[in-house]
């Protein structure tokens, strides 16, 4: 039980040299090898963490089910733990998500384990993210998925606004050393110690814009070192790879990525567009808890070997709601693969993973059960996730994947059974087998909405016992949305000879998803490219190029600052996530086949190119 609730003491804000952030984890279950880098040789001020996706809240919610002490993210305790020591003596800071759907019991354990070394380090918990004890209400508001237009499941494993920084903020003003959260949005790990230390207003608009930027930048780990770039043979250190440091300036204009020392990585205007674009949607209109993100004319200069300067984020007022995300359980699903090789290896699949649907079906037909509710079939070494893009032909190696969906699990455990009986009963060359039988697991859905936030209460407690907070918000004021200030001028060659390449040649491309909504950013590798690519490369073309994956709406958004688009697809990942049965459910390898489409650029343009 929580002590009373106490007024919090804020610490003065004093600070004038650049504050050091750096980022050791981009999801659950990254390398835990981050954290000890970071504080060993990264010189940082604060240690953050970023364990939560979606589907992992779910999976913590699983978890909670069966134990009321689990539902978070073990790995964080053990790692904060096991450097206790030099967090305390270097004076290093921590924030993280890793308290999942149960901060609480996170904390607990920390404490406990911090208490057995004994070692004093303050622990503050902030929870209200959590709305599942108000389904019902929500439910007979009549609330529908924000996106699909869907009404509401009748039960859910998970029910999560996704909080801002100022509980964080308030926290570290109290005297926390460690700030654990449930459901914030990603940047706020890094924004919540950026107020706290600056003294930044929450209606400085551009600051907390450009601070939510740094956090959006750090907050996939190594995806902002060089980690998953396009030009991928320049990055050195593979097996070291350097982690995300922020360098931020008390200004609240401009911050620099770079990341240790030492390690492996590359640090460049690139790479760190690359990750500016990841997931961000409407560039002009990124919403965050605590502020609306506008990111188009963000501008990336090198300053000096692996340190990039990331200036030009605008904002203005955050909005009136939380975006809340739900999950819920829907059926069952079985995955599986299997290797089939030889000649004509990839039609011997694609029938060998028909025929075994096929025995199922009439097996459920005997039994008087249902039909699957959705099956999928993919050969991997024959390009199937291409579709018609496909160039692949007479590959003698292919890996068979065969995915179901079905209400029931006692069918897709009789599925699970019936396939490796197809290795001696259907094509020669089938292998594969060494994993073991596959088991069905549960469908996870997505349902999002908005709930108005003053009916959201954040709470903190500081070593157990409450704190006094309250949200401050200042709403939009009409028309307060800024026009985009930048436009570019440049002259094209005067010969007009063109000739056709691959989008790779002239671009990189980043890829990721929001639910069952692809996101493809592209970025031009010159500002003269980016203006011819701003007529070649239109939201029509790429809606035909991937026609087959999605019949949805494809919306085209420009970053001028940084020569870059991002392109949404809606519908475009068969559910997302848990839901899809697709190789790919989150849409990452979509920039990778984009960048295959055929442009046509000046050839005064091809040459010199960066």
């Not at 903020?169 to 459901?183: F, H, Q, Y």
């Not at 939510?212 to 995806?223: F, M, N, P, R």
């Not at 008390?250 to 020392?261: I, Q, R």
């Not at 060998?352 to 991997?380: C, K, P, Y």
Request: hydrophobic content about 40%.
């Amino acid at each position: 039980m929580l002590n009373d609730i106490k007024t919090m003491k804020m610490k003065p804000f004093n600070r004038s040299k650049p504050l050091r952030i750096g980022c050791a984890t981009g999801f659950w279950g990254d390398t835990e090898e981050g954290a000890k880098q970071l504080v060993m040789t990264g010189h940082i001020d604060y240690l953050v963490f970023d364990f939560l996706a979606e589907i992992t809240m779910s999976l913590l919610a699983r978890a909670r089910a069966k134990s009321p002490d689990a539902g978070y993210a073990p790995d964080f305790v053990r790692i904060v733990a096991s450097l206790a020591v030099e967090l305390k003596s270097r004076g290093i800071k921590v924030v993280s998500n890793g308290g999942g759907v149960n901060p609480k019991a996170c904390g607990d354990a920390l404490a406990k384990q911090l208490q057995a070394m004994g070692i004093d380090l303050k622990i503050a918990v902030v929870c209200g993210d959590d709305l599942s004890d108000r389904a019902n209400e929500f439910r007979a508001a009549g609330v529908r998925e924000m996106f699909t237009n869907t009404t509401m499941p009748s039960h859910f494993l998970s029910v999560n606004a996704y909080l801002g920084a100022q509980p964080i903020a308030a926290a570290l003003g109290a005297g926390a050393d460690i700030v654990i959260t449930g459901r914030v949005v990603d940047s706020a790990v890094t924004l919540g110690p950026l107020v706290h230390e600056f003294g930044w207003s929450w209606n400085d608009w551009d600051k907390l814009s450009t601070g939510s930027l740094a956090g959006h930048v750090i907050e996939c780990g190594t995806q902002a070192t060089g980690g998953i770039f396009t030009d991928w043979e320049r990055v050195p250190g593979w097996d070291n790879m350097g982690f995300p440091i922020a360098e931020c300036s008390p200004s609240g204009d401009s911050f620099v990525l770079t990341k240790p020392a030492n390690t492996g990585g590359l640090v460049e205007p690139a790479t760190v567009a690359e990750q500016i674009i990841y997931e961000i949607g409407d560039p002009a209109s990124y919403l965050l808890p605590d502020v609306t993100c506008d990111f188009r004319n963000v501008h990336l200069e090198q300053g000096g070997i692996d340190r990039v300067r990331v200036s030009g984020a605008r904002g203005t007022a955050a909005p009136s709601t939380y975006k809340v995300s739900a999950t819920h359980t829907d059926g069952w699903r079985l995955f599986t693969t299997l290797m089939i090789g030889g000649t004509d290896a990839a039609r011997k699949a694609q029938r060998v993973g028909q025929s075994i649907l096929q025995r199922a079906r009439r097996l459920f037909a005997e039994r008087g059960w249902s039909d699957f509710s959705e099956t999928s079939i993919e050969v991997m070494g024959a390009e199937s996730t291409y579709g018609p893009h496909a160039r692949t032909t007479g590959t003698r190696e292919v890996i068979l994947k065969i995915a179901t969906k079905h209400a029931s699990r006692e069918a897709l455990e009789l599925l699970a059974r019936e396939i490796a009986p197809s290795a001696t009963a259907m094509a020669q060359g089938i292998t594969g087998f060494a994993a073991g039988r596959a088991s069905p697991s549960p469908v996870v859905r997505l349902f999002s909405f908005l709930t108005v936030r003053t009916q959201v209460n954040a709470t903190i407690s500081l070593d157990g016992q409450a704190l006094q907070f309250k949200e401050s918000f200042e709403a939009a004021a009409p028309g307060s949305t800024r026009a985009l200030s930048n436009s570019f001028s440049i002259a094209m060659p005067v010969k007009d000879e063109r000739r056709t390449v691959p989008l790779l040649q002239v671009a990189h491309g980043r890829s990721g998803d929001k639910g069952d909504m692809a996101n493809i950013g592209i970025i031009a590798r010159s500002a003269p490219l980016y203006c011819v690519l701003e007529q070649e490369l239109t939201s029509e073309k790429v809606r035909d190029y991937f026609a087959h994956i999605t019949n949805g709406k494809v919306s085209r958004y420009t970053l001028p600052g940084f020569n870059a688009f991002n392109f949404t697809l809606e519908s475009a990942l068969a559910g997302g996530g848990v839901a899809s049965l697709r190789y790919d459910p989150q849409g990452k390898a979509l920039a990778q086949m984009l960048l295959d489409i055929p442009v046509n650029i000046p050839a005064a343009l091809l040459e010199n190119l960066p």
